[in-house]
């Protein structure tokens, strides 16, 4: 059983590029959840994916966009980066509702010049 | 603005003692969940509780869930050092988790 996989680890960006981050969801989990934390914060909620489908969004402008795929692998996307998106995006997989907890992914470093 | 908040935001204690945190939340839960995550790395899941239950324990780890007072409190019971971590819970409702800014604990050797 795999657990979950995010690419990039670091990532160093140009104000106003456009990035797209990756996960690989743990086997058997269906739903993605997509958490972005600042430094000395809690993980804020972006969006969660189920079957390819975005199932909730947190407070966050439509500049971040995913996607689901089949395989239910994932992707998050941000166009029009700002200073203030540097942050550890990290990327969460779970069975369905999340009722057992979330098996996160090691985060992805994004930093904003 | 973030669901939960915890208390305290930092911890200090020596190894053996033992180490109480804090959780509040705002609105109505399926389960809470406490995670620990390590110098900015991925969060690791520690324990769930549901809504209908009111102890909890695995290991060294003992969680208490209080819906009338919205506030559940991690134990950890004869800390080592490598339980130097932050920690954070998670209030849990239609399968949105929603995580507070963490305690952060450090256990002295």
């Known amino acids: 059983e795999t657990g979950v996989t995010q690419s990039p680890t670091h990532l160093i960006k140009t104000r106003g590029q456009q990035v797209t981050l990756r996960c690989s969801s743990q086997?058997?989990?269906?739903?993605v959840s997509w958490y972005q934390q600042a430094l000395g914060q809690g993980p804020q909620f972006i969006f969660q994916?189920?079957?390819?489908?975005?199932?909730g969004r947190g407070n966050f402008p439509p500049r971040f966009s995913g996607l689901q795929f089949p395989n239910y692998s994932s992707e998050l996307n941000v166009n029009a980066l700002e200073l203030d998106d540097s942050a550890l995006y990290l990327c969460a997989s779970s069975f369905v509702t999340g009722g057992s907890g979330y098996t996160f992914g090691s985060g992805t470093r994004l930093t904003v010049v | 603005s973030q669901q939960g908040e915890e208390d305290p935001q930092a911890l200090s204690i020596q190894e053996g003692e033992n180490a109480t945190m804090n959780c509040s939340y705002k609105?109505?839960?399926?389960?809470l969940q406490w995670y620990r995550q390590n110098s900015g790395r991925g969060l690791v899941h520690l324990i769930l509780?549901?809504?209908?239950?009111r102890e909890k324990h695995s290991g060294r780890l003992r969680v208490t869930l209080d819906t009338s007072k919205k506030s559940s409190s991690l134990l950890i019971t004869a800390s080592r050092a490598a339980d130097t971590a932050s920690y954070f819970c998670a209030s849990s409702n239609a399968g949105k988790s929603t995580f507070g800014d963490g305690t952060t604990l450090t256990v002295k050797p």
């Open positions: 509780i549901r809504s209908n239950e």
């Open positions: 609105t109505s839960i399926n389960n």
């Open positions: 994916y189920y079957r390819e489908e975005e199932n």
């Open positions: 086997s058997g989990h269906n739903t």
